[in-house]
């Protein structure tokens, strides 16, 4: 059962896939501007919706802005790690690591983002209200805010420290 020329194409080899040629740009400030549009919706949206379900309303912990400040500086140092391998040493990431930090870089920004807004959102709702824990819940949240904001900044500069020139990408300088 063969036919004239198998033996011809099994010798060939198979025709590659065309190199992809796209481009992975930066998150842009529109971008993480929406998720925090939408954050400062939610946030601001559950004060009013506790109010109405007869709930206490949350009140923002101690641990949450520590936890949003630890995620800050584990990201700024990543981010500084990585501008020191790429851009200083001139070294190259291994493929998984460049792409878990892009990841990384990338979803922080985004949910940073997305948490500030609501923390800010969170607080708006409290001005003005006579409650007795108004007031600690406005400078609470509007702390968690800004812990945030520094966890979505560190997120960026991690995304901009991954990025690479075209150039680097050069195979002139192998020396086989």
């Known amino acids: ?17 065309p190199s992809p040629e796209g481009e992975l740009r930066p ?38 802005p520590l936890a949003l400040l630890l995620l800050a500086g584990i990201l700024a140092y990543v981010a500084w790690a990585t501008h020191r391998t790429v851009h200083v040493r001139r070294e ?17 920004a985004l949910v940073g983002s997305l948490v500030t807004g609501g923390y800010v959102g969170y607080a708006l709702s409290w001005i003005g209200d006579p409650a007795e824990l108004a007031d ?28 690479v020139s075209d150039d680097s990408f050069d195979d002139s300088s192998d020396d086989s």
Do not use: F, K
């Open 1 to 17: 059962m063969s036919r004239d020329g198998a033996g011809r194409e099994s010798e060939q080899d198979p025709p590659r896939p």
């Open 27 to 64: 998150t842009s400030l529109r971008t993480l501007l929406g998720w925090a549009v939408v954050g400062l919706v939610g946030g601001w949206a559950v004060h009013p919706l506790c109010d109405r379900l007869s709930v206490v309303p949350p009140l923002v912990s101690v641990a949450q």
């Open 92 to 108: 190259r990431l291994e493929s998984h690591q460049a792409v878990n930090r892009l990841v990384l870089a990338r979803a922080s």
């Open 136 to 163: 600690e819940r406005l400078v609470r949240s509007l702390i968690a805010a800004g812990c945030a904001l520094l966890a979505a900044a560190a997120a960026i500069l991690l995304e901009r420290a991954c990025r």
